[in-house]
């Protein structure tokens, strides 16, 4: 397992955070979508990776990241 690390912010800055993680998680979702259909709802920057899944699964990553810090909040 990694190693933990404990860190103390103000609540705006955690809320910063998450916002950026969320709209990191928004990039991978789009790449997901432009991926699997070629298009994608409005116009954002397409991450490099190997394919949709790939792109979901980061995604997911992110999801997992921000649920944890929502959890400690």
């Given at each position: 397992?990694?190693?933990?690390?404990?860190?103390?912010?103000?609540?705006?800055?955690?809320?910063?955070?998450?916002?950026?993680?969320?709209?990191?998680?928004?990039?991978?979702?789009?790449?997901?979508?432009?991926?699997?259909?070629?298009?994608?709802?409005?116009?954002?920057?397409?991450?490099?990776?190997?394919?949709?899944?790939?792109?979901?699964?980061?995604?997911?990553?992110?999801?997992?990241?921000?649920n944890e810090?929502?959890r400690q909040?």
């Amino acid at each position: 397992m990694d190693k933990i690390i404990n860190l103390k912010l103000p609540k705006m800055m955690v809320g910063q955070i998450i916002d950026g993680l969320r709209e990191r998680q928004k990039v991978w979702l789009m790449t997901a979508e432009f991926m699997e259909t070629g298009t994608t709802e409005e116009p954002c920057i397409i991450e490099e990776c190997s394919n949709a899944d790939e792109a979901k699964s980061i995604a997911a990553y992110y999801e997992e990241i921000i649920n944890e810090i929502e959890r400690q909040i």
